[in-house]
């Protein structure tokens, strides 16, 4: 049995075939759900327009989350064609490169922190206010991608991280403010991935290999992955857990650096 069927999911942050989010709507698509898709303003639209048939296709929104008529406008679209909702996936994060590059407190600047704090952050809590009356009552799900450089200091995440806590806090407030509605609020604190967000960071390839040699499982996550443990949290199958971070990283998180066995594999 489909876990998702007959659920209504906005589908937020596609922009490739690699997209963490494009990993998400396969699933919630193999579980029966119906999805509406939403995409970073005019210029994106097209990109989205060619990945949601395989998606099951559905509505397909402009949505710059800096943009709160955007945000009120996709919600009372969804309101008029749906009259409810049962699911939020924010998969949205951007910081301006000199904030997640090299040292810290160089690369800082008050306009980069807000960008990121607003696109990356802010617009969790947001997408939550906007979605709120749509969803009450409904044992709907909102959920939100994170990365480790939430709660450790990753080198070069820089502001990302600062973006990322203060990202997964708001799931905390926004659990015990929708709770009583009945509405979940989970994040997802992934591994790295190859993606859009990803390619260009330099480092990149060898941060993956580190991970891998690193992990208990001994490889990279992949977006499918993620989807796999997003279709479990928006189901009801998750309806005891809110206020969680899930961490989708092969077990890298829960280990510290030791000896070095050249990340050894599993034995035959
Ligand atoms: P991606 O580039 O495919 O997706 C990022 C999305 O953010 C894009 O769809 C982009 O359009 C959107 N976006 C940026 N600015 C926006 C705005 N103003 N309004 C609306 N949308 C905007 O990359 P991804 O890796 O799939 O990233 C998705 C999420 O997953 C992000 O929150 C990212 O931080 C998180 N994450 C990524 C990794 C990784 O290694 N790739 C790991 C953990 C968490
Ligand atoms: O959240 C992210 C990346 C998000 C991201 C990516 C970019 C690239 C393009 C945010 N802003 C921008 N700005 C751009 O101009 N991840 C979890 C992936 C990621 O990014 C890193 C990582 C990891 C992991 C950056 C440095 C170190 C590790």
């Given at each position: 049995m489909p876990i998702l069927q007959d659920k209504k999911i906005l589908l937020t942050g596609?922009?490739?075939?690699?997209s963490i989010a494009f990993g998400i709507g396969k699933a919630l698509k193999r579980e029966g759900a119906t999805l509406a898709f939403t995409y970073a303003?005019?210029?994106m639209r097209e990109r989205v327009e060619k990945l949601a048939p395989e998606l099951g296709g559905g509505l397909i929104m402009s949505m710059d989350v800096t943009k709160q008529d955007e945000i009120d406008g996709v919600f009372s679209k969804l309101g008029s064609e749906?009259?409810?909702?049962?699911g939020v996936v924010h998969s949205i994060g951007y910081a301006p490169r000199d904030a997640i590059t090299g040292d810290f407190l160089d690369g800082l600047s008050r306009s980069s922190f807000m960008t990121a704090m607003d696109i990356s952050a802010y617009s969790f809590a947001a997408l939550g206010k906007a979605a709120r009356p749509l969803m009450k009552g409904r044992n709907g799900a909102l959920l939100t991608l994170s990365y480790l450089g939430a709660v450790r200091s990753v080198p070069n995440y820089n502001t990302m991280g600062v973006a990322k806590a203060a990202l997964e806090a708001n799931v905390r407030y926004m659990a015990a403010t929708l709770g009583p509605e009945g509405t979940r609020v989970n994040g997802i604190s992934a591994g790295p991935i190859k993606t859009l967000a990803a390619?260009?960071?330099?480092g990149f390839s060898t941060m993956l290999k580190n991970f891998a040699n690193a992990a208990p499982l001994r490889r990279n996550i992949t977006a499918d992955e993620v989807g796999n443990v997003a279709a479990f949290l928006l189901s009801?199958?998750?309806?005891?857990?809110?206020g969680e971070i899930l961490y989708v990283d092969n077990g890298y998180s829960q280990v510290a650096a030791g000896m070095d066995d050249g990340g050894e594999k599993p034995k035959e």
């Amino acid at each position: 049995m489909p876990i998702l069927q007959d659920k209504k999911i906005l589908l937020t942050g596609l922009l490739s075939n690699r997209s963490i989010a494009f990993g998400i709507g396969k699933a919630l698509k193999r579980e029966g759900a119906t999805l509406a898709f939403t995409y970073a303003g005019e210029g994106m639209r097209e990109r989205v327009e060619k990945l949601a048939p395989e998606l099951g296709g559905g509505l397909i929104m402009s949505m710059d989350v800096t943009k709160q008529d955007e945000i009120d406008g996709v919600f009372s679209k969804l309101g008029s064609e749906w009259g409810g909702v049962d699911g939020v996936v924010h998969s949205i994060g951007y910081a301006p490169r000199d904030a997640i590059t090299g040292d810290f407190l160089d690369g800082l600047s008050r306009s980069s922190f807000m960008t990121a704090m607003d696109i990356s952050a802010y617009s969790f809590a947001a997408l939550g206010k906007a979605a709120r009356p749509l969803m009450k009552g409904r044992n709907g799900a909102l959920l939100t991608l994170s990365y480790l450089g939430a709660v450790r200091s990753v080198p070069n995440y820089n502001t990302m991280g600062v973006a990322k806590a203060a990202l997964e806090a708001n799931v905390r407030y926004m659990a015990a403010t929708l709770g009583p509605e009945g509405t979940r609020v989970n994040g997802i604190s992934a591994g790295p991935i190859k993606t859009l967000a990803a390619s260009g960071i330099a480092g990149f390839s060898t941060m993956l290999k580190n991970f891998a040699n690193a992990a208990p499982l001994r490889r990279n996550i992949t977006a499918d992955e993620v989807g796999n443990v997003a279709a479990f949290l928006l189901s009801d199958w998750a309806s005891a857990m809110t206020g969680e971070i899930l961490y989708v990283d092969n077990g890298y998180s829960q280990v510290a650096a030791g000896m070095d066995d050249g990340g050894e594999k599993p034995k035959e």
